[in-house]
């Protein structure tokens, strides 16, 4: 059976750590301070866990010895990403059927591409990253000269399901439409989201 669509999630920098209680996609933890707080929590299931229980005092205070403090958008920062975000998929035609930006994360549900999902990840986060540049809103942009490159916005992997059935595709729509109101936050609508057509 074809894929015929993605839901991908991306966090922010210092949202989900490879350690995270809840459990990770993550195989190794690489920064040295972090592995106090034990070893990479491999999960193989497809479905989230982030509702799992867990240890959140564990989880501040693995957080607290980051080398970068963690990412969150503001409303102003929100609204750049989407920015870079339309700028990418006008220029890709990429098809987008559901967006949702949170302070630390975003799903996006897109239609399959002649590109690979992860280079269409790439592209939007990459032409997000810009636009937060030219908008002078880049969190870490002072911190260029001390370091000698740019720190990234973003957590390096991003979670992927695969959508293989028209069923697939609108429950995942629904679960975007439906996830700013788990934060607290109002529905949201932007330009460049279209109707799914079958």
Not at 19 to 28: L, Q
Not at 41 to 48: A, C, F
Not at 68 to 92: N, P
Not at 172 to 192: L, T
Request: aromatic residues 10%; hydrophobic residues 35%.
């Amino acid at each position: 059976m074809q894929v015929i669509a993605y839901h991908v999630i991306f966090c922010t920098h210092g949202f989900w750590l490879p350690n995270d209680p809840r459990g990770s996609g993550s195989t190794e933890v690489r920064y040295q301070p972090l592995r106090k707080f034990g070893p990479a929590t491999t999960v193989t299931t497809r479905r989230s866990v982030a509702n799992r229980p867990h240890d959140r005092t564990l989880r501040r205070a693995a957080k607290r010895v980051m080398r970068h403090a963690e990412v969150l958008f503001d409303g102003h920062q929100a609204l750049s990403v989407i920015d870079g975000f339309d700028r990418a998929i006008r220029k890709s035609n990429y098809l987008v059927y559901a967006c949702a930006i949170l302070p630390e994360h975003v799903h996006l549900v897109i239609g399959r591409h002649s590109y690979p999902i992860e280079q269409v990840v790439r592209l939007l986060r990459q032409s997000a990253t810009q636009k937060l540049l030219e908008d002078g809103l880049h969190p870490f942009a002072d911190q260029r000269a001390e370091h000698g490159r740019l720190p990234s916005v973003r957590a390096q992997d991003f979670r992927k399901v695969f959508l293989f059935t028209t069923e697939d595709v609108h429950r995942e729509i629904r679960y975007v439409e439906n996830n700013p109101a788990k934060d607290g936050k109002r529905p949201q609508h932007w330009s460049f989201v279209i109707p799914y057509v079958e």
